[in-house]
């Protein structure tokens, strides 16, 4: 069993930018791929970035690329994501998710997942 926690999640102005990270209760970190989805209201959860087991190998949903960063510290159990030039879109709550896969881009490969966190991006 992984346990995840998300931290970082906030209010921020349209264009500005905010850093979340999960941390893992798992000391092999590094045998998971991870990724982060979101959800708004009314929405189904969707794909937003992912990593592979090494750190390489990142995946971006066409909405956040070129504007959200994921990486990860294998060291501290810990992967990040690093969102710039926020939107209101962007408005969701934000999850953290866990695979044993090498790299997963779809909900349902993904095994373990955090409670998440709410990014609110106002206009």
């Known amino acids: 069993q992984v346990h995840l926690v998300e931290i970082g999640g906030g209010l921020v102005q349209a264009g500005g930018s905010l850093s979340l990270s999960c941390a893992a209760s798992e000391h092999t970190f590094s045998n998971y791929g991870m990724g982060w989805f979101r959800q708004s209201p009314g929405k189904e959860r969707e794909f937003v970035a992912a990593i592979s087991r090494s750190g390489g190998i990142p995946s971006y949903a066409n909405s956040v690329k070129g504007r959200f960063t994921i990486f990860r510290d294998n060291a501290k159990n810990t992967v990040y994501l690093q969102m710039n030039s926020l939107r209101p879109e962007d408005t969701a709550v934000y999850y953290c998710?866990?695979?044993?896969?090498?790299?997963?881009?779809?909900?349902?490969?993904?095994?373990?997942w955090g409670q998440g966190t709410q990014v609110t991006v106002s206009s």
């Open positions: 998710a866990a695979t044993r896969f090498d790299v997963a881009t779809i909900r349902r490969d993904y095994h373990y």
